[in-house]
């Protein structure tokens, strides 16, 4: 890519949406879920696992609890045991025990709808909040950052942070805020379908053109 003029530089995020827009228009949140209850849930199981992974198992566990009352109220073991092929089982059934109990006694059972709230579950960090509110409430108030978001969004040159709440903060100031939820997505599916964190494919990319590949190793670069 060439050297580009500042102009050319905020410009640039728009066009990267308009182009993963036309790559993924089916882009959506990949883990299984039919209610707040049961993302929140998916999203707590999803840390260091495939979502591949957290939909095998939460299609067992939501047809065994459906409440967060079931959850609050089920043995510790019995939950470890239900999320154990997801890893870090222990604490990850500690913290849906402890959200699920906060939400029985301070929400009346219902997922709060409030960054405030929701980080106030046991458990429940900005990542896991900003997931729940909006993809089951579609509420903006920040942009998802994981692995594959830190990552293209180094590569993209949109910001030049490590921590994700740092990298959150650029990409807030960078993208429109009713497409905070989308444009999360978009880089997940991105990463995951072309921009792999160890050999990305930048020579079938289709938003080449926009990126200036910060970062990535050219031997690993097929183009
Ligand atoms: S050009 Fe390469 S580094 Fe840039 S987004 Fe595409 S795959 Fe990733």
Redesign the pocket.
């Known amino acids: 890519m060439p050297r580009e003029t500042s102009k050319a530089k905020a410009a640039r995020p728009k066009k990267i949406i308009a182009a993963l827009d036309r790559t993924y228009p089916e882009v959506h949140c990949e883990l299984d879920h039919q209610s707040p209850l049961e993302l929140l849930i998916a999203t707590i199981l999803s840390a260091q696992c495939t979502d591949k992974r957290v939909n095998i198992v939460t299609q067992a566990l939501f047809n065994k609890y459906r409440l967060a009352a079931d959850y609050a109220n089920a043995p510790l073991a019995e939950l470890e045991q239900a999320v154990k092929t997801t890893g870090f089982f222990r604490n990850k059934a500690r913290n849906i025990k402890a959200a699920c109990q906060a939400i029985v006694e301070k929400h009346g059972g219902r997922v709060p709808q409030t960054m405030e709230e929701l980080i106030q579950l046991g458990g429940v960090g900005r990542k896991t909040a900003n997931v729940v509110l909006g993809n089951a409430f579609g509420i903006n108030v920040g942009v998802v950052v994981d692995t594959h978001v830190a990552r ?1 969004s180094q ?2 040159g949109l910001t030049k942070q490590k921590t994700p709440e740092k990298i959150e903060r650029d990409l807030m100031g960078l993208v429109p805020q009713n497409q905070w939820t989308l444009f999360s997505h978009w880089l997940i599916w ?2 995951r379908r ?3 964190a160890r050999k ?3 020579a079938n ?4 053109k926009l ?4 970062g ?1 190793i050219k031997s690993f ?1 097929h ?1």
């Open positions: 293209l590569r993209l991105h990463g072309r921009c792999f990305p494919d930048c990319c289709e938003i080449q990126c200036p590949q910060i990535v670069n183009g």
